[in-house]
């Protein structure tokens, strides 16, 4: 079927056609002959594709595009290549990995924020239309071999648990035949929460064995696209290599950070204006670009305090060992593939962040992010940061760079990732490279261009028509261009000329050189007070002249402005913009944002073996009293030791466990401080249920409570948390029963965090100031009756 018409290509999968010649009655007939059977190909040129998208990588970080950080498969990419310079992304992470993979709008897709804060409105619900299918599912039912590495956040939270459905996972609804990765915003590069397709694995090694994630998923795609290439190498593959890296939290073995080390002791003013003089050299920022100016909301390097700033130096250390441990990797998939003799037909995209570099980490940077996402920044005093700098990067440390390094990592725009008013928060460097198809190398191409121009440019590569029926549904239109008319003319005309942006208030639209923008947040002031959408100052700017947004056109030109922010308006109501959503804590809760929830009531009943559950698949028990409740069977010829349940890690958690045969119960705020409530006696040796109690003091968010623990309903220990998480516990840490996995929530377990009795049932309930209730013993007989 490699000979399938555009037309026949057009309905996905290609429909079979049934034989209707000459059918014998007996096999031996010498007239006995059927067509062969062959695979669907696509056309015999089409080339191998690999789609590289790192994280949270500013346009002015890599060096291929004027930054500090040595980035050499990037450079020699772009050497037998095109450097993109107007290229832009939507900016935030799953909005444009959502774009990227179907070819249309963010909103478009269901995606207009993180998953993590879907609502019910069709633009921000999480859920890709089944009438705008991805590209892998399109590539793949036209003959190409499909694989994912590495991050996948376009999966809604109430479809992140072992029972699904896995429907916007990569291998279930995705187009993926392989994925090897994380699903979520990020993860633990020591010690990450893994899948192979649907199913949780643990990494084979550790960091004490050299284990780095992004690593790990260089050694599987080289496996994987070898695997290919030798069992099916007449079927073009599809890679898609999107580390987790460079996003928070910055993690690199020690030796990469200390390459950089007293490279940014000028601080982040200085780095800016170096690296747009670099720009300006290597010709990806125009002669007469202007440095915009820094923010108020941003302080000097000057301003920052003496005390402070060796911390400040050490976080953009780290952050460049990080960028360039991470192109060092997508070297090693590039040689690998040019190993095989297939570089030369492959196209690359290598786009070198899906948004500006993040401005998350608060002023002063942070040890733990988690700190900022839950409100409690303030927590982490300088003092205490100036006394945990040496563990920045290591596996000790969630660490996170200050908003000052990643303006500066943005240069020569304003503002960063979320700003999806301005260059800086989506105009990211990317680099095409595929000699069979373009014959210039080492240009720069300045055409306007947008992530969902990646579905179209690939499509026709690859010779394939966009489908209009895709597994039955009639599909809408792909709403990127092409990027191959520009590939071999560089002055051609750009054809994507009219682009929105818009991500929690802050939009904006280009059109034509033109760009009308307005700022409604800040993204590292959570707390901030917002103006009214309609309050909101708008700015005009005009690209020809005025490459990087310096000069504000909007008092000398009000009526080209009022005619732009029409036009947004037009294409807000085109693609499924409204409403403009600028909630933020309000829409982490499932049920104020209107989405669905996994786990509702009051009570959850787990049992043993149950492991790697997210956060969104365990009750809530933040902000409330709660109690859990272990039903278990001590061992007899051994001291009871182990985990019941944990949830969260090392950086944030709690969990229920047993040590040298007594009850303990921690809380773990933040990898700061540890809250250990103990039994004051041993287990009794038959079966018992073991209970936390949590009453919470009330009386807003984040207060502390205090702790019981019972045997059988007796009480046998108490204690006090002085404060607790709000909001998360990890992004990438989970829910166990019987086990820890990942990092541990406690260095408190002893030898072994695997419980070494039998436990029946767990329990956990929320909302409730009696405590002293048990498990139902029915319940704990139908768990042993199920056992026999």
Known sequence: MNDATDRQRSVLPIPDRPYLGHVTYDAKDPDTSFPPITPVLPPGTAPNVLVVLLDDVGFGASSAFGGPINTPTAERLHRGGLAYNRFHTTALCAPTRAALLSGRNHHSVGMGMITETATSAPGSSGLRPNTKATLAETLKLNGYSTAQFGKCHEVPPWQTSPVGPFDAWPTGGGGFEYFYGFIGGENNQYYPALYEGTTPIEAEKGPEDGYHLTEDLADKAIDWVRTQKALA??????????????????????????????????????????TLARQRDKGIAPADAELTPRPAAIPAWSDMSEELKPVLERQMEVYAGFLEHTDFHVGRVVDAIDALGALDNTLIYYIIGDNGASAEGTVNGAFNEMANFNGLAAIETPEFLAE???????????????????????????????????????RNGAIVHWPSGITHSGEIRSQFAHVIDVAPTVLEAAGLPEPTFV???????????????????????????????????????????????TRHSTPWLPNEKLPELDDDVWELYDGSVDWTQSTDLAAEMPDRLAALQRLW???????????????????????????????????????????????????????????VTAAIDPPRDAVANGVLIAQGGRFGGWALYIREGRAKFVYNLLGMREFVVAATEDLPEASVQIQASFTYDGGGLAKGGDVMLYYDGRPVGSGRVEQTQPMVFSAEETTDIGDDYGMPVSTDYGEASKFNGRIDVVQIDVGQDDHSHLIDPAEIARVAASRQ
Not at 393 to 405: F, I
Not at 474 to 494: H, K, L
Not at 582 to 593: H, Q
């Open 388 to 426: 945990v700098n040496h563990k920045l990067g290591t596996p000790e440390a969630y660490n996170h760079y200050s908003v000052g390094w990643a303006w500066a990592m943005c240069a020569p725009f304003q503002w960063t990732k979320q700003v999806a008013s301005h260059w800086g928060g989506t």
């Open 233 to 274: 190498p007449k079927k073009p593959f599809f890679v898609y290599f999107a580390p987790g890296a460079t996003h928070a939290p910055h993690h690199v073995p020690t030796e990469w950070s200390d390459r950089y080390t007293g490279r940014f002791a000028n601080g982040w003013d200085a780095q800016r204006e170096a």
């Open 569 to 627: 308006l037009i294409e807000a109501v085109k693609y499924n913009v409204l409403p403009i959503d600028d909630r933020r804590f309000e829409r982490l809760n499932a049920t104020i944002a209107g989405r669905p929830q996994l786990v509702t009531g009051t009570s959850q009943v787990l049992f043993p073996g149950m492991k790697r559950l997210s956060e969104n698949s365990v009750i809530d028990i933040k902000n409330r009293s709660f109690s």
């Open 471 to 517: 597994n039955g549904i009639q599909q809408s239109p792909i709403e990127g261009n092409s990027m191959v008319y520009s590939f071999n003319d560089p002055d051609a005309p750009e054809r994507h000329d009219l682009q929105y942006f818009e991500m929690a208030g802050n939009r904006g639209v280009y059109y034509k050189g033109w760009s009308a923008v």
